[in-house]
Nanobody, 119 residues
Framework: QVQLVESGGGLVQTGGSLRLSCGAS????????MSWFRQAPGKEREFVAS????????SYADSAKGRFTISRDNAKNTVYLQMNSLKPEDTALYYC????????????WGQGTQVTVSS
């Protein structure tokens, strides 16, 4: 079993930056793709970014391209999301998710960390 815990959320002004972290514990050696999702009040959960096991491949939602960067440090069992040029529409609860090495769906989810961007 794997547990994921997000941290780094907070309140920032429009144009500011924030770095989110997601630490994994438990059976972490077989973790594959790790991703960030977000959900705002009254809206459906949406994909933000993902990164492969090796860190060699990344993927971003159109809303995140050019502003957000996902990275991972497997020695620390941690994935990061660097967010720059934040906008009020980025306000949401941000979740970390992970698949197993051969899995096609996300098997593990964190509880989320709140990001609020003021105008």
């Amino acid at each position: 079993q794997v547990q994921l815990v997000e941290s780094g959320g907070g309140l920032v002004q429009t144009g500011g930056s924030l770095r989110l972290s997601c630490g994994a514990s438990g059976r972490t050696l077989n973790l594959g793709v790790m991703s960030w999702f977000r959900q705002a009040p009254g809206k459906e959960r949406e994909f933000v970014a993902s990164i492969s096991r090796s860190g060699g491949s990344t993927s971003y939602a159109d809303s995140a391209k050019g502003r957000f960067t996902i990275s991972r440090d497997n020695a620390k069992n941690t994935v990061y999301l660097q967010m720059n040029s934040l906008k009020p529409e980025d306000t949401a609860l941000y979740y970390c998710a992970a698949s197993t090495l051969l899995g096609t769906e996300y098997a593990y989810w964190g509880q989320g960390t709140q990001v609020t961007v003021s105008s």
